[in-house]
Every structure is written in C-alpha cells, then in structure tokens.
C-alpha cells in the first residue's frame, strides 16, 4: 500500500505563486511514477504533470507548460509543484497520485491505483 499526502493549498490572486507538495510514504516501490492531477467544479479530473522517481524524466500538460515546474525529493519522497502567474482558471482541487506503471498514470486517470485527499487552491482574479 502506498498513501500520498498533499499540503500547501490556499488562497492566492492571480499572477501569485504557490508551491505543493506530496509525501509518499508505505510500499513506494509500488510507486514508479507521481503525477499532480486536478479537478474544478463541474469539470473532469484532469492531468497536470509527473516525474518518476528514477531519473530526472517529467511531462506536463500544455495548459500549465511553462508556469508549473514538478520536482521530487528522492530521499524525502516527497513531490512538489511550484505554480507559478497562477491563473482563476487554476482553481480546482489537486491530488497527488502514483502507480507502478508510467502508462497508466499519464494516460488513464481512472486505474491509478493511489491518490491523495486533495489540496483546494483557489485564484481569485
């Protein structure tokens, strides 16, 4: 079993900058990858980024490329997300998330086996 736990949410104006982050802790060999996910009202679960925690190897989704920076802590396994010129648009609950297979955390959302509580962050304009 792998549990995830994510911090740093809160309440920023736009163009302002926030940074979370992820603790995995348990069984984190089952956790060859670590993505940032989020989720707006109304809205679908989107993909945000994610790194794997052997070699330096990260992708991010063209909405936040540019403004989002992932990065990890091996020896901390810990995972951050440095947003930065935040947009309202940003505004959603974000989950950390990982799986043992790269393919389905980047590509299909609904059989990564762990995720976190989620973090709210909110941009007001």
């Known amino acids: 079993q792998v549990q995830l736990v994510e911090s740093g949410g809160g309440l920023v104006q736009a163009g302002d900058s926030l940074r979370l982050s992820c603790v995995v802790s348990?069984?984190?060999?089952?956790?060859?990858?670590v993505g940032w996910f989020r989720q707006a009202p109304g809205k679908e679960r989107e993909f945000v980024a994610a790194i794997i925690w052997s070699g330096d190897n990260k992708w991010y989704a063209d909405s936040v490329k540019g403004r989002f920076t992932i990065s990890k802590d091996n020896a901390k396994n810990t995972v951050d997300l440095q947003m930065n010129s935040l947009k309202p648009e940003d505004t959603a609950v974000y989950y950390c998330a990982s799986d043992n297979s790269l393919r389905v955390l980047t590509t299909d959302t609904a059989r990564i086996d762990y995720w976190g509580r989620g973090t709210q962050v909110t941009v007001s304009s």
């Open positions: 348990g069984r984190t060999f089952g956790s060859y990858a």
